[in-house]
């Protein structure tokens, strides 16, 4: 069930990374700063509060990773999960659209079954954000809300994602991306020959789980109570009815992130 939560803001990008779990990629650190995240276990969400999307649409994202999780557990696939953040954003993750559009293009979009995780490379990862919205809104569209809320709820039950498409679908997840690619004016493929790309993550990627925040040096807790170098954070209490983003998923630990390149 949805409970209230708390949003940190930072004043800038030095100040949220030094309170974020370290990226472990050296490239990735240099490309893509994380301009939010959210920790299931804590309830709390922190957000760069002057990011390329503004500090509103990073908290609706966040947030809408709060959501999931009360939702559905952590048995959901990336792609569902950030697309419905990414759908939870009042702007639709503009700054995904030119990565999608390329790929799309290029005849170079990301096969669904396998985006339970997200790409090591920036551009792919940003081009997955994008992907992983449109099926999420093609899903809503065509479907209803109701239908993505029972899926919801038979991932909290544990049932697996291809059983959850069967069940309310009636689709597999390989008859869901030729539908989706359909849509978008996507060639078809031959799902018979392809298998996803093989895919390398970091110990912490942007996108993934993370139980709890870090700790600053010396502080007994993780509830975010340190003042990051170079300015204090600030703390407000957000009721857990925020309309749009409650309609879809309320009806559970892990962090997931928003990343925008640098």
């Known amino acids: 069930s949805a409970r209230p939560f708390r949003v940190m803001l930072y004043n ?27 920790y299931s276990g804590e309830d709390l969400v922190q957000v760069l509060a002057f990011g390329g999307s503004g500090a509103e649409d990073t908290a609706r994202h966040e947030s809408t990773h709060l959501f999931v999780d009360w939702a559905a557990g952590n048995n959901v696939a990336t792609w569902l999960n950030e697309g419905l953040a990414v759908w939870g954003q009042s ?50 569209e065509t479907n209803g809300r109701e239908k993505l809320r029972s899926l919801m709820e038979s991932l909290k039950a544990g049932d697996g994602l291809a059983k959850g498409l069967q069940q309310h679908y009636g689709v597999t997840v390989d008859q869901l991306d030729a539908k989706w690619r359909q849509s978008v004016g996507a060639p078809p493929r031959n799902y018979d020959s392809v298998a996803p790309t093989a895919i390398a993550i970091a110990p912490i990627a942007p996108i993934g789980a993370v139980p709890s925040a870090p700790q600053p040096a010396g ?39 928003i990343v925008r390149r640098r």
């Open 12 to 38: 800038t990008p030095r100040d949220i990374t030094g309170a974020q779990p370290v990226e472990q990629s050296e490239t990735r650190r240099g490309e893509i700063i994380r301009a939010g995240i959210a």
């Open 91 to 140: 702007d639709g993750g503009q700054e995904y659209v030119p990565y999608f559009r390329r790929a799309l293009g290029n005849n170079e979009l990301l096969l669904i079954r396998g985006m339970d995780s997200f790409p090591g490379k920036s551009e792919d990862t940003l081009l997955a954000y994008g992907q992983s919205y449109s099926v999420v809104k093609w899903l809503i």
């Open 219 to 257: 502080s007994g807790s993780s509830g975010g109570s340190a003042t990051p170098s170079g300015g204090v954070p600030a703390f407000l209490m957000v009721g857990a009815g925020v309309g749009v983003l409650l309609l879809l998923l309320v009806g559970g630990a892990a962090a997931f992130s």
